[in-house]
């Protein structure tokens, strides 16, 4: 088991920043996959950026340029800075990490809302 607790989510103008925060009850040795999705009303979740096996680091194209994943090893803690932030951004932001040789098995935390006003 995996318990994901994120935290930094908020209310923000659109050009802001906010920087989310999840904390792992595992180290992150032990998982194959931590990063961030999100989910708008009436939207399908989707993954925004993430670590993978190998150390590979990847976003969505709509937030390229503008946010940046980040982990602390020794705090099992992984990060999501968001910069200039859009309307569009507008979400509740899901923290996941898979574990398994393959990420076979999924972990969620409780999510957390960001909201950006134009």
């Known amino acids: 088991q995996v318990q994901l607790v994120e935290s930094g989510g908020g209310l923000v103008q659109a050009g802001g920043s906010l920087r989310l925060s999840c904390a792992s009850s595992?180290?992150?040795?032990?998982?194959?996959?931590i990063g961030w999705y999100r989910q708008a009303p009436g939207k399908q979740r989707e993954l925004v950026a993430a670590?993978?096996?190998?150390?590979?680091?990847n976003y969505v194209d709509s937030v390229k340029e503008r946010f940046t994943i980040s982990k602390d090893d020794a705090k099992n803690t992984v990060y999501l800075q968001m910069d200039s932030l859009k309307p569009e951004d507008t979400a509740v932001y899901y923290c996941?990490?898979?574990?398994?040789?393959?990420?076979?098995?999924?972990?969620w935390g409780q999510g957390t809302q960001v909201t950006v006003s134009s």
């Open positions: 595992r180290n992150f040795g032990s998982i194959t996959f």
């Open positions: 670590f993978s096996s190998g150390g590979r680091i």
């Open positions: 996941n990490a898979k574990t398994g040789t393959y990420g076979q098995r999924d972990f």
